[in-house]
């Protein structure tokens, strides 16, 4: 087994929500989406004895013998389980084989009488059984309702950076019934080599608007600041204990005329186990995403049509996630 090297750390900025100079706060947050498109956020108002509690139940669940874990296999609406192998980010590097990583998804929580289940993205979780996991429900409703309002708190600064009103994010027709996606992640001890297409996560930019992601303090993730570059250069991101490192998506970089970037990634294993949690906020379903007032002029006009978030996330999923029918013909 080759040497692994030492990770050279990225520096990027850290953005404390509990700082009572907004100014200073968005001026830092701004530096950093022109940059890198990553940042640290602290004093976020989650409890670390409740961040702790979250991942010690995240454990529990990928502790499950396989089969516990296939009885959550997510659904259609991207609820539930997602085994090793299941996602494939970076086709173009990984040659056939997925990330070695095992997941589960969960969203807003809505009824099977609800009339919004029934639409992509929402609906029903696929919850592990009670008696299983007792509690383990409950906790994770609650981090979610949690990380949303961080988000949410996020979204304000990213509008402000742009020039926009603070609640330009959080209005009816685009934050009113998110997308929010909780997804809990274990990366198995194996070690990646990019030479054989072999990455805990292949190189990949997120979907959506934001990601929040939280860590234990297993290194991994990586960023490239410039995709187009020859040979692409990665830089380390050191975990954070407490902190969210905050990503953002491609719909922001769509919306902001490419003001902001939404940065590549992607996670190297280096033989340690891994876990991570990353908190997805996109816009509601229906929300039309164009060009923002503040970044289109005569002389640079938008660079994109506009697009309705249903379709945008649809394809993107589909892209990138194995066909159900798989696991089905494993199971017959």
Not at 111 to 130: L, R
Not at 136 to 157: D, I, P
Request: charged letters at 25%; hydrophobic letters at 35%.
């Amino acid at each position: 087994m080759g040497k692994q090297s030492t990770p050279q750390f990225s520096a990027l900025n850290c953005i404390d929500l509990s700082n009572p100079d907004i100014n200073q706060s968005v001026n830092l947050l701004k530096e950093a989406c022109l940059d890198s498109g990553f940042f640290y956020v602290v004093n976020h108002g989650i409890s670390q004895e409740f961040m702790d509690e979250v991942f010690a139940q995240s454990k529990k669940f990928f502790s499950l013998p396989h089969n516990e874990k296939m009885k959550t296999l997510r659904n259609e609406q991207h609820r539930g389980y997602t085994p090793v192998l299941d996602e494939l980010l970076d086709p173009e590097n990984q040659v056939h084989v997925g990330d070695y990583k095992e997941g589960y998804y969960i969203g807003v929580e809505k009824g099977e009488d609800d009339p919004q289940s029934k639409k992509p993205f929402y609906g029903p979780n696929n919850w592990p059984a009670p008696d299983v996991l007792p509690g383990w429900r409950e906790t994770m409703e609650k981090f979610h309702l949690e990380t949303l309002e961080v988000g949410k708190a996020v979204a304000k600064m990213i509008a402000l950076a742009l020039d926009l009103d603070a609640n330009y994010f959080d209005r009816p027709e685009i934050l009113g019934e998110p997308i929010a996606i909780l997804r809990l992640l274990h990366y198995e001890g194996q070690v990646s080599d990019p030479s054989k297409g072999l990455y805990g996560a292949g190189a990949h930019t997120d979907f959506g608007l934001i990601t929040l992601l939280a860590t234990d303090d297993v290194p991994g993730l990586q960023i490239c600041r410039d995709r187009d570059a020859k040979p692409q250069k990665w830089e380390d991101v050191a975990p954070l204990k407490g902190a969210f490192i905050v990503n953002l998506g491609d719909m922001l970089e769509r919306w902001s005329n490419c003001v902001f970037k939404s940065t590549l990634h992607r996670v190297l294993g280096n033989g340690q186990g891994r876990y991570s949690i990353a908190y997805f906020l996109e816009p509601s379903l229906d929300c039309l995403v164009e060009c923002l007032p503040t970044c289109k002029s005569d002389s640079n006009p938008p660079k994109y049509p506009p697009i309705l978030c249903h379709d945008y996330m649809t394809q993107r999923y589909k892209d990138t996630h194995a066909d159900l029918n798989i696991y089905k013909k494993q199971q017959a």
